[in-house]
């Protein structure tokens, strides 16, 4: 199995989404993807606080969420996501990667919706909306996306580590 790595991607507010001060966190190489890892996912996610599961590919259109942190596992498959709208970040991400995407950040799959399989998670079970870049939307979402709280723990290393030390850096770092 390859050596997990985590790679940051840091989006700015293009005028359409807003996108976040927050990094997209992936952990690539998570799980190794001979496993079974729908369960796993759930398990690990769920033991570290992050819940309100679904199973799926992901949206071919840019959308965002402004009241919640959205977290990723893949299960099945690779596709390549953009993030942060139109002239965005392309980040392929392949079965046993993790990716944790901060509340405003667009993303969207480049590819078929069902080119990948992935369990979906907020931070303690968090409902979450949906935003499309629409003029309406905003300044509300801005709103809800300042009020949204760091997680109290990552989904993978659990409190106090990974993205939230991460996060919290870049919040002080505002």
Request: hydrophobic fraction near 35%.
């Amino acid at each position: 199995m390859e050596k997990m790595q985590t790679q940051l991607f840091l989006l700015e507010d293009n005028g359409i989404f807003p996108n976040s001060k927050l990094p997209v966190v992936v952990y690539r190489n998570a799980f190794s993807f001979t496993e079974d890892l729908s369960d796993i996912f759930k398990e690990t996610f769920k033991q570290n606080n992050w819940y309100n599961f679904w199973e799926s590919g992901i949206f071919t259109y840019h959308h965002y969420h402004s009241n919640t942190h959205e977290l990723m596992g893949v299960c099945r498959g690779s596709t390549i996501l953009q993030f942060g709208g139109e002239d965005g970040t392309k980040v392929r991400i392949q079965a046993g990667d993790i990716v944790v995407i901060p509340a405003g950040v667009a993303h969207k799959n480049l590819m078929d919706e069902n080119a990948v399989t992935c369990i979906g998670a907020y931070p303690k079970g968090y409902d979450y909306d949906m935003n499309y870049g629409k003029l309406n939307e905003r300044p509300q979402a801005d709103k809800n996306i300042s009020e949204v709280p760091l997680p109290d723990y990552d989904p993978l290393f659990g409190k106090d580590a990974g993205l939230v030390k991460l996060w919290e850096q870049s919040k002080n770092d505002e």
